[in-house]
Structures are given as C-alpha cells and as structure tokens.
C-alpha cells in the first residue's frame, strides 16, 4: 500500500458505444501514487476501453473520472490536451515512432505539446532514452533498432515529461518474450524511481509480475489482488538488464554511420 | 512550465485547481512538424507541388513574357524619342490632294522650340530592279525626294554606305529605305536601280525605322535631283520635325499655320510615336486570356494539394492519435495540417514563380528583349498559393482535428 494520493480514481464509470455496446459497466477503481498496476483480462473485456478513461482519450456515459485530482468531466478538450500532456504518457502496442526520425528527436517530439523549449526538449529526451538504457542510441533511427529498442525509445517518449502516470497498452504485444522483458524491466525501473504505471494486458504471466493485479471482465472488475513483496519476474528479465541490450542485426553499418 | 501540485482536494467535487491551459505551439516547431510531415512522403509532395508549381510559372511566365516586351517596345520609344510631329498634306475642302507650299520646311525650321526638321516629296516615279521588270510591278516602295537632314531628324542610322550629302542630293543616285532594298534585292551601295526611264546609283541603304515605316519603304533622292532628272515639282508632302519634349504640344498647335497660312485646314498633324504607345498598352490584351489558362491550372493544382492532404490525413490517423495522447489540442493538429498544407503550396509556388522566371529569361532573350519580371507578380504569385494553400488545407485540417483519439489510435 505505498500510495497516499490518487492519481487515478473511477467511481461507478460505465461506458456505452452507439448500438448500445457496453464495454464498462460500473467500475471502480483507485492507482495510488507509486502504483504498479496490471491491467488484464481477455479481448473484449474492456481493458482498453478502461484504458482510454484512464488516459482521458474518451469520456464516460456516466460516472466519474478523476486524473491527478482533476474530474475529467469538468474538462474542455483543449483542457484534457493539457492534462495528458503534463500528467500522462502513453506506450502503445505499435511503437508509432516517427520513421526517418533519430531517437533523440522521436523523444524529444513527445515533449512538443508541454511548452519546453527546443533545447532543454533534446536534453530531457537524452536523459530519459539513458534511463531506458539506450543513451548509446541517441543517434538511431527506429529502422536500425530491434523492436524492444523501439518500444523502449516509446517509454523513453512517453517518461521524458516524467508524467506522474504511465499507461502502456499491450506494450510487450508485438514484441519477442526477450525483447518484453527487456522493456518490462525498463517499467519496474521507472516505477521503482516514483512513476506509477498502469499496465493493460491479456498475458496472465505479464499480469502475474506485477505488485497489484487488477482483472477485468464484460466490463466489470472482478478481481483486484495485491503482492506487498515484490512478484518474481518472468524468468526472461532476470537475464536480461535494461542497460545494454544486444545489438540487433545491422548494427555494425549504424555504428560505422555514426 | 507549469507544474501543478495536485495536493489537496483529491476528493473536492468539482476539484479543480490550477487551471489547465495547453502551451502553445512555437511557429518554428510548427514549421518543424509540418516539414517532417511533407518529408515523409517525398515524391506526392513533389507531385502535388508539381501541380500547383504549373499554374504559377504559367501566370509569371504570361505576365514576366508581356511585361518584356512591354518594356522592350518602351525603351524603344524612349530611344526613339516621342518628340517628333509628321506634318502631311491633307487634303482640300473639295476633297483633292492639297500640297504643301515649298517653304514650308524653312517654315517649321523658325519655331522657336523645333530643333530639327526636314522634308520628303513623293513622287510618282517607280523604282525597279532592270528596265525589263513591268512598270506595275512597284513592289509597295515609292520614290521620294528627301533633303539631307532627314536621318538626323529620324535619328536614323545606315546599314550601309552613305546618306545623301550637298554633293550626291544634286546626281542620280538613291538611298534605299530597309524594306525597299530588301525587296530590290540590295543589301549595299554601288548597284543600280532604274527609276523614271534611267539608272540610279545606290548610295547606301538605311537601318530600319521603326517612327517612319514609310521610309523604311522608299527610295529617296535628294531634292536637286529630283527636279532635274524626274520633273519633282518641289512641294513637299511630309514634313517630320523634332521638338523639345515640353513643347510639342505648342508645336503641334502652331504647325497647321505655319506650314500652310493660307489653308491650315488642308494639314494634316500626327505623332507617329503614338503608335507604339498604344502598341505598347495593347500588349495586355492578349495576357488576360493566358492568365485565365494559368489560373485554371493553379486551380487543378490547388485541388491536388487538398486531395493529396485528405489522403495524408486517412493515412496518418495513428499519428494524429499519438499526438493527441501526447497533449495536442484538436487547434494544434489542425495547425499542423494547414500548415502542412500551406508548406506544399508554397513549394510549388516558389518553384512556379522561378520556373515562370527563367521561362520569360528565356523567351526575352531569344526575343531581344529586356526580361521583365514584375514583383507584383511574383508577390501575386506567393500570394495566390498561400490562399490556394489555405483553402485546400481547410478541409482536411478539419478532418483531422475532428478525429477522435482513441478512434485514431485504434485503426489498424
């Protein structure tokens, strides 16, 4: 229980699609600060629709929506924009990274939208891409890293505003069970530093690693669990640090680039 | 950078604190983001750009193209000068040719404000190559006498050999006008032609004479000999005269009664540079329809831009929901496609206004004349993409600031 404040609260939120398609159905639900929560349940239980209330992408039909203390509800759009620009980063599935475009700028893009100024934008983009372990990639372009890279030059993006929640949609979804663990273990190091996470995923062994379990079904949460010590981690991330990833095919010619 | 301690009040209803505002988009990073956008997707911005690139170098061409020869035609006036008065016989109140006395000339010369004047006398003699040519077959060119101030006052100048002098105006000798010994097939002085039932000698032929056509078509002696060999009567029919530019006017008022006192009606006066002004104001006439064409295609191009930008938005759909999970505003994603969008016109039109450049470098050159390109033009040209630009950014822009995130993020 090391939260004290909220930063995510949901109180009796439902959310209903045109063609009366209820993805939730009443749920609630607090993340307290410092929180490591994974959120799983199968396809079509609502996780991402849960997800997007939580990143504020989509307002509910009812029910209340409260990020870092704001109630969504009240918000304008542009109101909202500003929200997730300051408190929330996102890593999705897909790493959606600009192609043709450095790591160092991929990063440092994702802080257009918070009014830093260009050049101390390059230099938080440079810290958080070292926290991720890539400080010696600032240079490569998504075409030249392996897709743990690239998903971790996404965390990199989403951690480089040091947002108070993190949410990462399926972020190991694309990715090799090697290259997952490489970016898991990048997500307990952030948490491990004050980031609360929140975690949307339907591999049971993924949820099983984390602290707080939270499963959701037919739009409903049905179970809420919590590990006060931490959860061992699947056997992969133990093998493999976050620091120095093995270089993936093509890095001799990107080292000779640069 | 604002940073919000969000402390207190977790629970408060309505617990709004600090309010959020989005920070603004710099206008560098704007240009920044647009431009990646564009750079993404190289060859349709070529394209596009392309389209729009066409319809400008057309409306700079058209106008740069009429603009020259404009300025060509002027500075040729002013070469010219526009000070000179032709003075003709009219013709009677009962409708037959009128003369003008044979003092006349001497006459002009006394107006105080004439700085040079001087007298041609036609004649109905025929000039021909040989005396075996038909005496119809003029070729268009007529015999004239002309005193020796002539070339001056035209400020004409030879081709070839010599004008008429004291000495030759008084022998059966010529000067040949452009048109006339091209069409006698005489390019320099020495040959013979056969004027009046005798030989000639040509003295020289004159450069063209772009104030004086009909010199250009004459074969012209000097006064002497015109009486003496071709039974001239002496009066002459066209008097040119070159005043100070302020004095025309004046000129022009005095002349009818100076040349003629006793019948100032039977003078006609005219200015034969008026001509080529009013040449010179008609050239626009036939730009308007070319610039028409132009902005037809500038219009396909504009069309193509706002295809293109639709396109670009369906595609980028995940992009535009990553920047709005990002903290973009729907505002700052419709910035960046007009903007986009603008960029893309813009290329095409600077492309366009330098293409149309070179075009009308071109086509002077080959012409001889001065390339003019006006800048009115050329801002018309930047202008005219900016809001073509706008407009076939406007829809598109709106496209994708109405996009929701999530339905964005969530496309496959």
């Known amino acids: 229980m090391n939260g004290t404040k909220k930063v995510v609260e949901l109180v009796g939120v439902t959310k209903v699609y045109p063609g009366d398609v209820a993805a939730l159905r009443g749920v609630d639900l607090v993340i307290g600060a410092g929180d490591l929560v994974a959120i799983v349940g199968p396809s079509g239980s609502g996780k991402s629709t849960l997800l997007h209330m939580i990143g504020t992408l989509d307002r509910p039909t009812s029910g209340t929506v409260r990020i870092a203390g704001y109630e969504v509800g009240d918000l304008t759009d542009r109101e909202l924009s500003a929200l997730r620009a300051r408190h929330l980063g996102f890593v999705f599935q897909q790493f959606h990274l600009a192609p043709g475009t450095s790591a160092l700028d991929n990063v440092a893009d994702g802080l257009l939208y918070s009014g830093t100024p260009p050049k101390a934008r390059r230099e938080r983009a440079a810290a958080a891409l070292e926290r991720v372990g890539l400080g010696h990639r600032l240079g490569h372009r998504p075409h030249q890293m392996s897709g743990g890279e690239q998903q971790r030059v996404a965390v990199a993006r989403a951690v480089a505003g040091e947002p108070p929640l993190l949410l990462a949609d399926e972020p190991t979804g694309n990715l090799d069970s090697a290259a997952g663990a490489e970016v898991l273990a990048v997500l307990r190091d952030l948490n491990a530093s004050g980031t609360t996470i929140a975690l949307i995923t339907h591999d049971a062994e993924i949820a099983a690693w984390a602290p707080r379990r939270v499963g959701v079904r037919d739009g409903r949460i049905v179970t809420d669990e919590r590990t006060e010590t931490a959860a061992a981690t699947p056997a992969t991330t133990a093998a493999k640090p976050a620091a120095k990833p093995v270089a993936g095919p093509g890095a001799e010619t990107v080292e000779a680039a640069r | ?412």
């Open chain 2, 1 to 412: 950078m604002t940073k919000e301690t969000p402390d207190e009040s977790r629970s408060g209803r309505g617990g709004r604190r600090t309010r959020l505002t989005p920070a603004r988009l710099r206008p560098r990073d704007v240009v920044r983001v647009s431009a990646g956008g564009l750079r993404a997707r190289p060859a349709r911005v070529v394209l596009s750009a392309l389209g729009i690139a066409i319809g400008i170098a057309t409306m700079v061409g058209v106008v740069g193209v009429s603009s020259s020869s404009r300025e060509d035609l002027l500075r040729q006036l002013d070469r010219l000068g526009t000070n000179m008065l032709t003075v003709q016989a009219g013709r009677t109140l009962f409708g037959e040719e009128a003369k003008l006395p044979v003092t006349a000339p001497e006459m002009v010369r006394r107006i105080t404000p004439v700085t040079a004047a001087a007298a041609t006398g036609l004649m109905d003699a025929t000039v021909r190559r040989t005396d075996r040519i038909s005496e119809d077959v003029t070729g268009g060119i007529v015999v004239q006498a002309a005193d020796d101030e002539l070339l001056d006052t035209l400020r004409g100048t030879m081709a070839a050999g010599a004008w008429l002098n004291a000495a030759t105006e008084r022998y059966p000798a010529v000067v040949l006008g452009s048109v006339a010994a091209e069409r006698l097939g005489v390019s320099r002085p020495g040959g013979q032609v056969w004027i009046g039932g005798r030989w000639f000698t040509v003295l020289g032929v004159l450069a063209p004479l772009p104030l004086a056509p009909e010199i250009e078509r004459s074969a012209l002696m000097g006064f002497a000999a015109a009486e003496q060999y071709l039974g001239f009567d002496g009066h002459p029919t066209t008097i040119y005269e070159r005043s100070a530019d302020e004095a025309v006017e004046d000129v022009r008022a005095v002349l009818p009664g100076t040349v003629n006192p006793e019948n100032p009606e039977e003078v006609d006066v005219s200015r034969p540079s008026d001509a080529l002004t009013a040449k010179a104001a008609a050239t626009g006439a036939f730009t308007e329809l070319m610039l028409g064409l132009g902005a037809v295609a500038l219009l396909v191009g504009g069309v193509g831009v706002a295809n293109t930008m639709v396109i670009s938005v369906l595609e980028r759909r995940k992009e535009i929901g990553l920047r709005r999970s990002l903290g973009a505003t729907r505002g700052q994603v419709r910035v960046q496609f007009l903007a986009e969008s603008l960029l893309l016109s813009a290329l095409g039109g600077v492309v366009g206004a330098a293409l149309g450049a070179v075009a009308t470098a071109g086509y002077a050159m080959s012409n001889g004349w001065p390339a003019v390109v006006p800048p009115w033009a050329v801002g018309g040209a930047v202008g005219a993409t900016l809001v073509i630009g706008t407009l076939a950014g406007l829809y598109p822009a709106m496209r994708a600031a109405r996009l929701s995130p999530t339905e964005a993020l969530t496309t496959t």
